[in-house]
Every structure is written in C-alpha cells, then in structure tokens.
C-alpha cells in the first residue's frame, strides 16, 4: 500500500520506506499518523542522501513533536516550528 491508499484509515502495524524520492512531508505524516502504536511504526533504513533530503522537508509541529517522543534517533533539541 502507499501513502495515498492507507489515507483515512488505521494500521496495526507499519513499515515506511522514505527512501523514494516522491515521498514529501504530506504523504510521510500522512504514513507515520495512520499506525495505531508507535511501537508497530518501522523505516526501511536509509540510503545514502535520504536522511539530509527528508531533513530539508517542512514538518509540522505535531510530527516534531511526535518524533522527538518516540524516535530514538530524533534529535533532542529540534526546533519546533
């Protein structure tokens, strides 16, 4: 399924690749809010140059709010917007 597909509904478990580059803020917040626990929410890991493409994307507040709960590898002292 893709981000477009799982819209509007709710999923147990999750596995989201933001590896492709057509992955935008809209369709990542709209992957990573439809998992019912963050616990069941997982990443294909990253390829090289993903991680500073998907750093440059606008997040909104509630997802920085969301990552730096629940994401180990989130960055403490982000900025929230």
Known sequence: MNSDQ???Q???RLIVDIN???MDMAK????????RRSANLRFIPLRP???ERVEKLNFPDNVLEWARKNLAS?????PVR
């Not at 990542?28 to 998992?35: A, E, F, G, I, P």
């Not at 989130?74 to 982000?78: L, R, S, W």
């Open 6 to 8: 799982i819209q509007g």
């Open 49 to 51: 140059g993903t991680k």
């Open 10 to 12: 709710t999923i147990d």
């Open 74 to 78: 989130a960055p403490q002292n982000a």
């Open 28 to 35: 990542l917040h709209v992957s990573v809010s439809r998992v």
């Open 20 to 22: 492709d580059t057509y």
